[in-house]
Structure formats: C-alpha cells, structure tokens
C-alpha cells in the first residue's frame, strides 16, 4: 500500500514549456487535491476533485488544468510555465471529501520554473 | 482577508521538555481545525484535529486547544522528541468541503538533544 505517489520529484522548467504532474492513491479513496507551497507561506488549495468525473477551483487555480483519469489518478497540467509557478506541489486524497476527514499527501514535485 | 496565521515561525526545545506551538485564525465562520506535520522533503501528515465544539483534545503526547474567545489554537507535544523536529501547520476549515482548507504558514519546530 504505497498510499499516495507524485511523479516526478523534481523538475525544471523554461518559461512557456508545459508539463503535467501525476498523481496516484490506492486507498480507494473519492476525493484528491492540489496544493502549491511557497516558502513562507501555507498550502494553497489549486484545484480538487470531490469524486470521479467531477472537479472544483481552489484559491489559486489561474495557470492549471487537471484531469480527474480515474478514481486513482488526478493529474495538474501547467500549459505555459512561468517563473511565478515555481513551488513545491503536493496531491493529496481523502475518502469523501467531508470536513472531518483527513487529508493524506504524496511526498511532492519540487518545480523550478527558469 | 480572513487568513490562519502563526504568532512564532521557530521554536527551539530541549528533548524531554514540553513544546507548545500557537496559532492564531480570523474566520469566525470555521469550526473545524487541524494540525499537520511536515519534515523535510516529505508531505505534510496529519497529527490531530478538533471541532469548534470542543475545546481540548488529545491524542497520543498531544494535545490540542481551542478558544473560540480569542480565536487561538495550540498543539501541545508531551516530552519532546528529537522525531518531533519538523514544520507544524494549523489549518482551518470552513462550509463542511475538504476544498475550504486554509493552512497557517508553519512553525519550525527544533529539538536539541
């Protein structure tokens, strides 16, 4: 039970490349997310998808698409990377996405934008 | 904005010593909370959480505490641990969605042997 898994761990970029960052869980679970962590600042909500098939907007979702695949996979596509898109990303998954669940996280993509 | 933010970026502890890290939140409208913990180069892990009707929990050398007076939320580490070394992040949680998760900034907690 590997729980959730990000590919890749690092990455750099030049300005205008694009890129998709995966993400898998194998808890079964309903709900994922995507998160940017800036330094000195909290985790920010990018976007998140409650169930297969279906997703939201977070706070900063400006730059991003994603792709609910599957119930296992929800993946963030940056189009046209800029300098400001450079961040740790972090998927994470829950079971129903209600508020008393916990949220479990991958280990995170490391993204250098030049 | 409303915003979840943290009175001490750092803080220092000698192992075995008790560490209690603050945060503070300004949404009066939240009623859910809580704490993960993030070590370097790792995803952040859940340690405890609490709801607004409540204000004390605890869970395995933790404890957290709530009041909603001051709208003021600490965790509290029993016995310091050199593993307890990692970033603390409140979170708050408002409107019953896993999408109004706002996260406090961190406190990096240090733990001197």
């Known amino acids: 039970n590997a729980g959730v898994t990000q590919t890749p761990k690092f990455q750099v970029l030049k300005t205008g490349q694009s890129m998709t960052l995966q993400c898998a869980q194998d808890m079964n679970h309903n709900s994922m997310y995507w998160y940017r962590q800036d330094p000195g600042m909290g985790l920010r909500l990018i976007y998140y998808?409650?169930?297969?098939?279906?997703?939201d907007k977070g706070e900063v979702p400006n730059g991003y698409n994603v792709s609910r695949l599957n119930k296992r996979e929800f993946s963030l596509r940056l189009e046209s990377a800029a300098p400001s898109q450079t961040s740790v990303y972090f998927c994470?998954?829950?079971?129903?996405?209600?508020?008393?669940?916990?949220?479990?996280f991958g280990p995170g993509t490391r993204l250098l934008v030049l | 904005g409303e915003s979840v933010g943290l009175h001490l970026p750092t803080l220092s502890v000698q192992e075995g010593d008790n560490s209690i890290i603050n945060c503070a939140y300004s949404?009066?409208?939240?009623?859910?909370f809580i704490w993960y913990k993030q070590e370097s180069g790792k995803g952040p892990q859940f340690i405890i959480d609490?709801?607004?009707?409540?204000d004390k929990r605890q869970g395995q050398r933790v404890t957290v505490l709530l009041n909603k007076t001051v709208k003021h939320l600490s965790l509290q580490i029993a016995a310091t641990q050199p593993g307890d070394s990692a970033v603390y992040f409140c979170?708050?949680?408002?409107?019953?969605?896993?999408?109004?998760?706002?996260f406090g900034k961190g406190t990096k907690l240090s733990v001197k042997p």
């Open positions: 994470a998954s829950s079971e129903w996405g209600r508020i008393q669940e916990t949220q479990y």
């Open positions: 609490i709801r607004s009707n409540m």
């Open positions: 998808s409650a169930s297969e098939g279906t997703t």
């Open positions: 949404n009066s409208a939240s009623d859910y």
């Open positions: 979170a708050e949680n408002y409107g019953g969605s896993q999408g109004n998760l706002i």
